[in-house]
């Protein structure tokens, strides 16, 4: 039986608190019977979610978890007390991460990535938000040019950190930020290029790697980052403005803003310009 996973099990008994489960190994489990299905029978054969109920013992659910062992999933931080906080991971008992799982401290009401792992000391299922160790490059799953899902992990020097597909870790570097994003965002990526030691460089478009951006479109990028996506400049700006804060002229600034915009990168309004 594999906790933190689903098992395929086949109904063996029935009592007043559910229906007893067994595996192909015949280890047994309960099924309480809020999630017996109607017209359970002996025989009845069906795939459950493994976990530990409020007394540790293990515990069948037909309920679907947001996320299973050795996977990631941004989960919302419900309740913190003096052990940890616990998220709720799609399961009526929420999942704990412990304090010493926590890279900052969990707020109620807020969005972490989160890995579920197996507690070595306590054999408990457990969540934590220190993603990066657990994340596996040896073996890569994806090729160069695929198109990938995305969890933002944290931002570092070079750029952002991402998990891509829930196991690899991949990194978006900061010329190649063209819309705002959080850490806990979800969204679509494509592997731009795969480097010794199998790092993984991530884009957020195609048009990302296939049509790299000029120098002065990159400043103004850049800029935009910097500022939190919006800056008050247009292409009606003063020159001296112009010259003072990106140091081109206004006739260069002009033509990258105007590529920004027919690429759909930025949206030019009365009071300035704002990041797409």
């Not at 579920?116 to 994340?135: A, F, N, P, Q, V």
């Not at 695929?146 to 020097?157: A, S, W, Y």
């Not at 679509?188 to 790697?209: A, H, M, P, T, W």
Request: hydrophobic letters at 35%; charged letters at 30%; aromatic letters at 8%.
């Amino acid at each position: 039986m594999k906790l933190g996973q689903f098992n395929d099990m086949v109904a063996i008994r029935q009592t007043d608190h559910g229906w007893y489960l067994m595996d192909e190994t015949a280890e047994e489990v309960l099924l309480p019977n809020k999630f017996v299905p109607e017209g359970m029978e002996k025989g009845h054969e069906m795939k459950v979610f493994i976990y530990l109920d409020n007394e540790e013992r293990n515990t069948a659910t037909t309920q679907i978890p947001k996320l299973g062992i050795g996977e990631v999933a941004v989960l919302e931080v419900m309740d913190v007390n003096k052990v940890g906080a616990f998220v709720d991971w799609g399961l009526d008992k929420q999942l704990l991460v412990p304090y010493s799982e926590q890279r900052q401290s969990l707020q109620v009401g807020s969005f972490h990535p989160i890995y579920l792992k197996m507690d070595e000391k306590t054999e408990r299922l457990i969540g934590s938000t220190k993603i990066s160790k657990y994340l596996d490059n040896d073996d890569l799953t994806v090729n160069e040019g695929d198109e990938v899902d995305l969890i933002v992990l944290n931002r570092t020097d070079l750029g952002v950190n991402v998990i891509v597909n829930g196991v690899h870790k991949g990194l978006i570097f900061h010329n190649q930020l063209f819309k705002r994003i959080r850490t806990g965002d979800t969204c679509k990526g494509f592997i731009k290029q795969i480097r010794e030691g199998n790092k993984l460089d991530v884009v957020l478009s195609q048009q990302g790697y296939e049509n790299m951006i000029d120098p002065s479109s990159q400043r103004i990028m850049d800029y935009l980052n910097d500022q939190g996506g919006y800056m008050p400049y247009t292409d009606k700006s003063d020159p001296e403005d112009i010259r003072l804060t990106f140091e081109m002229s206004k006739k260069n600034f002009k033509k990258a803003l105007g590529s920004l915009y027919k690429q759909k990168m930025v949206r030019l309004e009365k009071d300035g310009t704002y990041l797409i």
